[in-house]
């Protein structure tokens, strides 16, 4: 009895100890989750991607004991690259998360309607619809520091030398994964064609044809076309670039865009991939102030474990970036509205308000590391610009000065496709707030 | 008339005017189905024996490339880690039948069938936690698979033919011919097929089950390393190898899930057949990616007058 009463008396301390507990825990963590992949088919190039969002956050929160005394509150649910599983993850982290990261396009454009009825800003960082720059329709969604028309301008940019003119009469295939993801250059692609005279030809790749790429390649063979661009993804990468070797196509003519450039894709061609590109936003400057924090509080320590060189690899340091862009955004709200713990609304004026320019990338220890932008309420992308990064056969180095795209050209098809994709899901609310 | 003319005419003006182009188109066709015809023959296997139809097939192909790959990497040298890993395909088969199989003896079909469903999950959650998630590059060179190519200049054209691949097809050929020797010629080989012909007779003239099981998933190890190292070579070995599985599929449809036989001709069939139909109409009519449907549709026609598949057996059941 009297040992019943002790447990009884131990167990009524406890649940006042851990309730007790409560309102301080949810003052100290802000909950982000993150629609991650690291299993199926697409794993190879999620996993470095997750490992550096995870590892930053893990950064702040052992240097800095998070942001300004909030502890960062990463979690992953796994979707394996499945937008029906990515859905189910929404759902279920919608409730606590102040931030949804649906890292695909197909899971982007189905949370998409659901996040404007939720509040939960999604961020999509170089990725998703291209439209969702329009701030001013998509209160709810970004896409910084540049969207996938932004790539196809800068690509189409630097092989014309700064004029689409000289396209004229050329013929440029599109590769692409058959997904949302992969078809979502092909409106801006199309209208450029038809405006600056030169054919593209879309090829798709289907998921179970990743790595026996053959038929498109004999394709590509038939066309003998001027360029090769890739929108490509997970084994499709590494599937195309084997068989770019195979059917000696010159490399210097095959240009992926930044989902396109992952030094694991490229250990299955090594040397014989020398001389191919591939568009990045990031750039991995593996001696950083942030990167060496990373490798002093968390390596190190062993706080977290990553693969032998993923450190230096292009998408481990992009991952970092994009957590950063988190980490600033809740920085910036805090400041705001003067809260220690933001909630999702507040996170996206910290979206909507991200202001990286030199001064405050040589300040977080990023300089290099990502070319300067900011965001606001009618540009929820940053138009940031990115540099061509070339594989040297055994890393990418960067091999051009900052390109930036042609907003004169994008602009109204931003435009254009932001209100269509208004009017087909009307009543669509739109960012009344914003005056730009 | 246009269409007709798309159609009908067009492709086969193609071929004729660029034959250089056409046999490059039929190699890789050739190429691709023997891979497939690979794939499809671990399913037959353990079908004719069991009944089962293994949806594990496709993560045997995974876990057995880059258990090989790993021990390499671990400092194994390639010829030693080819065969610790056919040992480790064994000790798989081994607690496949233990644990799985064995105590689903009598079971319905739908209900094995759904422990190779259980088997494949386990496989890849092991397989992620032990291996990892990452594209692993095949030891091509380690195994001494030759990497150059061959060029040929038929009717003044061009035609390159990878060694890797002759080697890939040459090596499936072997593969297939020991394993057809296997089966019709050894005391085992004709004990497996006693028990696809009938379970309980095989069984009364003792035949033992499990060792036969043991075997067969053996086999099917064996086979899913050889296609993974194959397509390996092609593209990295990763967890997406085992969507290369359901390639497999419509080469059953159309072959007959327990003919051997079937699965080579099947396989090679739909390797070519969606080859030429992806480079001469479904490219230049539908858009191209034809192939991720072409070898169904293939297959469900064939179905409509041979439900058995081409080779496979007719079952008369009288009620």
Known sequence: ?436 | MEFVNSVFVKPFQDMAGAPDFLLQVLWEGLVAGVLYALIALGFVLIYKSSRIFNFAQGIMVVFAALTLVTLYEKGVPALLALPLTLAVMFALAVAIERVVLRPLVNQPDIILFMATIGITMFLIGFGETVFGGENKAMITEALHIPTGSYTFEPFGGLVLIEQKDLTAVVGAVVLVCCLLLFLHRSRLGRAIRALGDDHQAALSVGISLSTIWVLVWFIAGVIALATGIVWGARAGVSFALEVIAYKALPVLMLGGLESVSGAIVGGIAIGVLEKLFEIYWGQPLLGGNTETWFAFVLALIVLLFRPQGLFGERIIERV
């Open chain 1, 1 to 436: 009895m009297k040992t019943n009463m002790t447990r009884l008396a131990l167990s009524a301390l406890l649940s006042v100890g851990v309730l007790g507990a409560v309102p301080a825990l949810a003052e100290d963590i802000v909950s982000l989750p993150n629609l991650s992949y690291r299993t199926g088919p697409f794993a190879a190039t999620g996993i470095p991607l997750m490992n550096g969002q995870r590892d930053y956050m893990t950064m702040i929160n052992e240097r800095d004991g998070g942001v300004n005394g909030v502890k960062l509150g990463y979690e992953e649910c796994e979707t394996g690259y499945s937008t029906e599983k990515g859905v189910e993850c929404y759902e279920k982290t919608k409730a606590t998360g102040i931030v949804t990261q649906p890292w695909s396009t197909g899971i982007t454009l189905q949370v998409l309607p659901r996040s404007n009825v939720d509040k939960i800003p999604i961020l999509a960082p170089g990725y998703g619809f291209s439209p969702m720059a329009d701030g001013k329709v998509f209160k709810w969604a970004f896409n910084p520091p540049a969207s996938y028309w932004d790539g196809a301008s800068m690509i189409l940019r630097h092989i014309s030398e700064g004029n689409l003119d000289n396209l004229k009469g050329k013929k440029i295939v599109l590769l692409h994964l058959d997904a949302p993801y992969g078809k979502e250059p092909i409106p801006l692609l199309q209208a450029l064609a038809e405006k600056h005279g030169f054919t593209l030809l879309p090829i798709p790749v289907g998921v179970k044809e990743m790595q026996n790429q053959s038929a498109q390649w004999l394709q590509i063979r038939r066309e003998n076309p001027d360029f090769v661009l890739m929108w490509g993804w997970g084994a499709m990468n590494a599937g195309a670039l084997t068989e770019a070797v195979k059917t000696r196509f010159p490399m210097e003519k095959f240009i992926g865009i930044w989902w396109s450039g992952h030094d694991g894709d490229m250990k299955s061609v090594g040397e014989e991939g020398k001389g191919y590109r591939s568009l990045s936003w990031s750039v991995p400057v593996s001696d950083s102030q942030a990167m060496q924090d990373i490798k002093k509080y968390v390596l190190d320590p062993k706080k977290t474990e990553i693969g032998e060189g993923e450190f230096d690899w292009v998408f481990y340091q992009r991952g970092v970036l994009i957590s950063m862009f988190t980490v600033e955004a809740i920085r910036a709200a805090q400041e705001q509205f003067n809260t220690k713990v933001v909630n999702a609304e507040q996170l996206r004026w910290g979206f909507e308000n991200l202001k990286l320019d030199e001064a405050r990338l040589a300040e977080i220890g990023m300089t290099g590391m990502i070319a300067p932008f900011e965001t606001s309420c009618d540009n929820h992308s940053g138009h940031a610009g990115a540099w061509m990064l070339q594989w040297d056969g055994a890393k990418f180095v960067k091999v051009s000065d900052l390109l930036q795209a042609d907003q004169t050209e994008i602009a109204p098809l931003v435009e254009a496709e932001a209100k269509k994709y208004a009017d087909a899901n009307a009543p669509w609310p739109m960012n009344d707030e914003c005056k730009m």
